[in-house]
């Protein structure tokens, strides 16, 4: 059976990692080589999620967390990113503005996530005092149902501007960016919320890391678009050539998971068209 799941990643995964995103939700200025592709797999467990348009809260579970990362240019890079299936077991119900159109009997709803496309641009790499930048803006399609309870039904735009810098073993990182969230409540509008993330990973040796990460988003955010803010505490861990991550998250406002767990892999390969 081991030989079996070790063929398996092998086939998965065909080469060491260059640098990690995993469990970051903060972005890295650092692009994936030319030529070489990012992948990545995942597993949440939120509790405490609520979702003020569907009228529900419950514990999230999201499984096939997928990322796929590829460097096409020496300055460009493609990012993909969704969830196969999430699932919610639904602790309590409360009047919302979509409860009336809710689509699934018994104490628990499930359906896919939402695809994320986006396009990171490196504006210049780090040198001497200055950090390396880069620009990252994408597009999120609403693939997930609102009747199902777990979307809004809305395409969204997010653009940042991402900052790192490194000082011996310690990677900082930055973001600050503004998403353009279509209303789900009011038809033809659009909340406006300032994104921000900063994050710490600390290198305690060779394949050993720890890291936290503060991120969310703050504005006048209505029923669906919520301001956000969280925390992941958690490490990364290199062995056979594969980068296994794992971390806490922790929840702030009311409309925040409460607590949470992450786990997933990931690994670098050549593109075979190279």
Not at 68 to 75: I, N, S
Not at 89 to 101: G, H, K, L, Y
């Amino acid at each position: 059976m081991k030989t079996a799941w070790r063929g398996l990643l092998c086939l998965l995964f065909l080469s060491a990692a260059t640098g990690q995103n995993r469990p970051l939700v903060t972005e890295s200025a650092t692009l994936i080589p030319e030529g070489r592709i990012r992948a990545e797999l995942g597993f949440e467990f939120l509790q405490d999620t609520v979702f003020r348009l569907s009228g529900l809260e419950g514990d999230l579970s999201r499984l096939g967390v997928l990322g796929l990362r590829t460097g096409v240019a020496e300055k460009v890079e493609i990012q993909m990113f969704w969830t196969a299936a999430q699932f919610l077991n639904v602790d309590r119900r409360f009047p919302a503005p979509n409860s009336d159109i809710l689509d699934f009997e018994g104490n628990s709803t499930s359906d896919v996530g939402n695809l994320f496309m986006a396009t990171k641009l490196r504006l210049a790499t780090e040198s001497g005092r200055r950090p390396a930048l880069a620009f990252r803006f994408g597009v999120e399609l609403p693939n997930t149902s609102n009747v199902k309870g777990l979307g809004n039904d809305e395409t969204n735009f997010h653009s940042s501007l991402i900052a790192e810098k490194t000082l011996g073993r310690l990677v900082l990182l930055g973001n600050i960016g503004l998403s353009i969230l279509g209303d789900p409540v009011e038809a033809g509008f659009q909340d406006d919320l300032l994104t921000y993330g900063f994050a710490a990973v600390y290198s305690l040796g060779p394949g050993l890391a720890v890291l936290a990460d503060w991120y969310g988003r703050a504005g006048p955010g209505g029923i669906g678009t919520e301001e956000q803010s969280l925390l992941r505490v958690g490490t990364q861990i290199e062995t056979s050539g594969i980068i296994w991550d794992a971390a806490l998250l922790f929840g702030f406002r009311d409309t925040d998971p409460s607590t949470g767990v992450i786990v997933g892999i990931s690994r670098d390969f050549d593109l075979p068209f190279r």
